[in-house]
Nanobody, 121 residues
C-alpha cells in the first residue's frame, strides 16, 4: 500500500516535499517513482529510483530541480520540489513495480497510491 502526503497550494517559486509511506517493503518495490497528471494533460513520469542501487531518473522539465529519495529505514519515498512553477500543478502519484523492465520515467508501474494534489499559482 502506498499513501502520499504533502501536496498543497503554493505560489510560484515555493517549495514542497511530498512523502509516500510504503507499507510493504518487499520485492515488489524494486523501482519506485512519482508521476503526475496536470489539468487536461496525460499522466507523466516525474522521477524514479531503482531501489537496489539508488539510481535516479528525471523527466527533463524537473531534472536539476526536483529530487527523489528514499528513507529505507522508515519505508518512505520523498520528492523534494523547490522552485515550483504553475506547470508543476497536478495530482502527484507514488508508484512501485517489481524487478524487471525499465525503471526510467516511462516505467510501467503496477502499484499506485491515491495521489496528492499540488497547485502552483
Amino acid at each position: 500500500q502506498l499513501v502520499e502526503s504533502g501536496g498543497k497550494s503554493v505560489q510560484t517559486g515555493g517549495s514542497l516535499r511530498l512523502s509516500c509511506e510504503v507499507s510493504d517493503s518487499s520485492d515488489s518495490n524494486y523501482c519506485m517513482g512519482w508521476l503526475r497528471q496536470g489539468p487536461g494533460k496525460e499522466r507523466e513520469g516525474v522521477a524514479t529510483i531503482f531501489t537496489p542501487d539508488g539510481h535516479t531518473y528525471y523527466t527533463p522539465s524537473v531534472k536539476g530541480r526536483f529530487t527523489i529519495s528514499e528513507d529505507k529505514d522508515n519505508n518512505i519515498l520523498y520528492l523534494q520540489m523547490p522552485g515550483l512553477v504553475p506547470e508543476d500543478t497536478g495530482l502527484y502519484y507514488c508508484a512501485a513495480k517489481p524487478y524487471g523492465g525499465s525503471c526510467r520515467v516511462d516505467a510501467e508501474f503496477t502499484d499506485w497510491g491515491q495521489g496528492t494534489q499540488v497547485t502552483v499559482s
